[in-house]
C-alpha cells in the first residue's frame, strides 16, 4: 500500500471509534505521545503485546498507577497526575461494550512478586481477574518463572491491528507514551506477531491457569495482609 494511502486508512482507522476525545486535550493532561497513542488503542480492532515487568496499563488500576508515580517513574506534580488518572480512566474504556477492544496481553511472573504493597496488589490481581471475568474480549496470559528464558524477555512491545484489508497494522516497541517508536513494516511486524504467538502457545500458561494462577496470588496476597 502506498504511503499515502496507508495514511489515508490510518487516520480511518484512528477516528473510527469515539471520534477524537484525546484530541480535546491539552499538553498539560496529555502529552503528543499520550494522545497518539490513545488514537491508535481507539482505532485498532485488536492489540496484543508483552508488557514485561509491569501490570499492562489498560489493566492497572488507579492505586497501580499512583503507585508507580511513588516509585519515581514519573515526575508529575499531584495535579498533573490526577488528569493522568482521569486519562487513563477513559482510556480503559476501549474494553467496554458496545464496540469493545479485543485484547490480548502476556505479562511474566515477576510482576505479581513484585509487590507494592500487599493490599494494593491483593486488589489490583482481583481487578486483573474480573476484568477478565466480565470481558471476554480479553486475555492475559502469565509466563511463569518455571518456563526460564523465553524470547523478547527483556523487551517490551505492542501489536495493533486496525483490522483494515490490505494494512499490516504497526508495532510499538517503546509503549511509554513519552518517547515511543512504532514501526510498520511488514517484515518486522510479522516478525513481533510470531514471537508474540510464540510466546502465547508455547511458554505463557494458558489463559485458564493463569486465571488460576491469579487467584491462588490474590489469596496468598490477602493472607499476608490479615484478611
Given at each position: 500500500m502506498p504511503d499515502g494511502e496507508r495514511a489515508d486508512w490510518r487516520r480511518l482507522a484512528e477516528s473510527a471509534r469515539a471520534k477524537g476525545w484525546w484530541d480535546r486535550l491539552s499538553t498539560a493532561d496529555a502529552s503528543p505521545g499520550a494522545r497518539r497513542w490513545a488514537a491508535y488503542e481507539w482505532g485498532a480492532r485488536s492489540i496484543r503485546g508483552y508488557s514485561g515487568p509491569v501490570v499492562p496499563g489498560?489493566?492497572?488500576?488507579?492505586?497501580?498507577?499512583?503507585?508507580?508515580?511513588?516509585?519515581?517513574?514519573?515526575t508529575r506534580a499531584p495535579e498533573e497526575r490526577r488528569r493522568f488518572a482521569a486519562l487513563k480512566a477513559q482510556r480503559r474504556t476501549v474494553l467496554d461494550p458496545p464496540d469493545p477492544l479485543e485484547y490480548h496481553v502476556v505479562f511474566d511472573e515477576s510482576v505479581l512478586h513484585r509487590v507494592v504493597a500487599p493490599p494494593l496488589m491483593a486488589d489490583q490481581v482481583a481487578h486483573i481477574v474480573e476484568v477478565v471475568?466480565?470481558?471476554?474480549?480479553?486475555?492475559?496470559?502469565?509466563?511463569?518463572?518455571?518456563?526460564?528464558?523465553?524470547?523478547?524477555?527483556a523487551s517490551v512491545f505492542t501489536l495493533v491491528d486496525f483490522g483494515i484489508e490490505g494494512d499490516d497494522g504497526l508495532v510499538n516497541l517503546e509503549p511509554d507514551l513519552v518517547s515511543s517508536v512504532y514501526v510498520d513494516d511488514f517484515a518486522?511486524?510479522?516478525?513481533?506477531?510470531r514471537i508474540f504467538e510464540t510466546m502465547a502457545r508455547d511458554v505463557a500458561a494458558s489463559p485458564s491457569d493463569t486465571v488460576a494462577m491469579l487467584r491462588r496470588w490474590h489469596g496468598t496476597l490477602r493472607k499476608s495482609r490479615g484478611d
Open positions: 489498560l489493566l492497572q488500576t488507579d492505586a497501580y498507577t499512583e503507585a508507580m508515580f511513588e516509585a519515581g517513574m514519573s471475568r466480565t470481558h471476554p474480549n480479553v486475555t492475559v496470559q502469565v509466563v511463569p518463572f518455571s518456563a526460564g528464558l523465553y524470547p523478547n524477555i518486522q511486524v510479522a516478525t513481533y506477531s
